[in-house]
């Protein structure tokens, strides 16, 4: 049976519940939707440039994961196993599509994306949510009194 880390072994974003919660979950929200829209919908040309789809599947996996672990921090593996699934479905749907297709090269670079993003939830850039959470917080505090 393993203990549970005591609260100063804890970090400050585990400890301190976000007072602006619904605008993080909004913002990670409306990120996920681009992620799908620009999934599904018909984009016209696609990009010239071979690899340069792959940059854009793990860059928006790595930004997602990322913020959805800063958002939830005791959550993060859950967030990073429905990021995984969610690139798979995505490409998925892509095939019930007449103008997109399926990659499941894709799907890796999502992945790969995903554990980017569980890394960087290992460095202090897992602060900054919290920080710009007390930033503003603070200030609003400050115009209501």
Same mark, same amino acid.
Request: aromatic content about 10%; hydrophobic content about 50%; proline content about 6%.
């Given at each position: 049976?393993?203990?549970?880390?005591?609260?100063?072994?804890?970090?400050?974003?585990?400890?301190?519940?976000?007072?602006?919660?619904?605008?993080?979950? /909004?913002?990670?929200? %409306? *990120? &996920? @939707?681009?992620?799908? #829209?620009?999934?599904?919908?018909?984009?016209? +040309? !696609?990009?010239?440039?071979?690899?340069?789809?792959?940059?854009?599947?793990?860059?928006?996996?790595?930004?997602?994961?990322?913020?959805?672990?800063?958002?939830?921090?005791?959550?993060?593996? /859950?967030?990073?196993? %429905? *990021? &995984? @699934?969610?690139?798979? #479905?995505?490409?998925?749907?892509?095939?019930? +599509? !007449?103008?997109?297709?399926?990659?499941?090269?894709?799907?890796?670079?999502?992945?790969?994306?995903?554990?980017?993003?569980?890394?960087?939830?290992?460095?202090?850039?897992?602060?900054?949510?919290?920080?710009?959470?007390?930033?503003?917080?603070?200030?609003?505090?400050?115009?209501?009194?």
């Amino acid at each position: 049976m393993s203990a549970k880390p005591s609260p100063a072994a804890q970090s400050a974003s585990d400890r301190q519940r976000l007072k602006l919660l619904h605008w993080w979950f /909004a913002l990670g929200a %409306a *990120m &996920v @939707a681009f992620v799908i #829209a620009g999934s599904l919908l018909n984009v016209g +040309t !696609p990009v010239p440039v071979t690899g340069v789809d792959k940059v854009q599947h793990t860059l928006a996996y790595t930004a997602m994961t990322w913020w959805w672990g800063m958002v939830q921090p005791r959550r993060k593996y /859950a967030w990073a196993i %429905a *990021m &995984v @699934a969610l690139g798979g #479905a995505l490409e998925w749907g892509q095939s019930l +599509t !007449p103008y997109r297709h399926m990659d499941w090269a894709d799907a890796v670079y999502n992945t790969i994306g995903v554990a980017a993003g569980l890394v960087l939830l290992l460095t202090p850039a897992r602060h900054i949510v919290p920080w710009l959470d007390r930033q503003i917080s603070d200030r609003l505090d400050a115009r209501a009194s």
